[in-house]
């Protein structure tokens, strides 16, 4: 199914409330982030992922996305089983061998296209996420590249690419246009300022929505 016809996708990442994830849900965000790096203010143990999706209730057709950084193994299996996860996403400069063998996975790319030397991973990933370069791990809210961003969803086309790093409800339409990735993933940009981080605000969320289901001119395909 080609994305452009349903417009763009949107992950929301980051949730550790019940009712920011029954919200989005009900907004019709595609994927929810469940961080589970414990150095992240928005990460949480795979026990308290699970409480929060049994308060949430049914999600409908939104994807679980369990987000990693440099995991186990046994974490990634652990973290699938109880959370049903539909995706696993990989945070590290090295995509760890086991990966493939895990199910559907995210292939995260830093700011930097040079990974891709070696061509895209066997098989390859269901989404690749191009996040801004910065110390640590996520895009801390900083703007990606979005010039290389734009050249990655070329090159690597028709596997999707979601935009990540600093979108906003106030700039999600203009990285749409200038990038025409599969989709947006968002975190801080979907929390009202001054907000606990992982406190989602639903009126932004739910511009975000509009941003990404009103946009048509989406490359890539949708897994």
């Known amino acids: 199914m080609e994305t452009a016809a349903r417009g763009a996708l949107l992950k929301i990442c980051g949730i550790v409330h019940a009712d920011d994830l029954r919200a989005c849900a009900a907004l019709g965000v595609d994927a929810v982030g469940l961080n589970l790096w414990p150095q992240s203010p928005r990460g949480r143990s795979v026990a308290h992922h699970a409480r929060l999706l049994e308060r949430a209730g049914d999600l409908g057709e939104t994807r679980r996305v369990g987000v990693f950084v440099e995991p186990a193994r046994r974490l990634v299996q652990e973290a699938r089983r109880a959370l049903g996860l539909d995706l696993v996403q990989y945070h590290q400069d090295r995509l760890p061998p086991y990966a ?92 009202a300022p001054g907000a606990p981080p992982g406190r989602k605000d639903p009126r932004r969320v739910a511009a975000l929505v509009r941003a990404c289901k009103s946009h048509r001119n989406v490359a890539g395909t949708k897994p």
């Open 100 to 191: 493939p063998d895990e199910g559907p996975y995210v292939w995260v790319l830093r700011g930097r296209l040079d990974p891709l030397a070696e061509g895209l991973p066997d098989p390859p990933p269901a989404w690749i996420l191009f996040d801004s370069r910065v110390a640590g791990y996520g895009g801390a809210g900083v703007l990606a590249d979005w010039r290389a961003a734009r050249r990655l969803v070329e090159r690597v086309a028709p596997v999707p690419v979601l935009l990540a790093g600093g979108i906003t409800p106030d700039n999600a339409a203009a990285a749409l246009s200038a990038v025409r990735p599969a989709g947006l993933d968002v975190a801080s940009g979907a929390e």
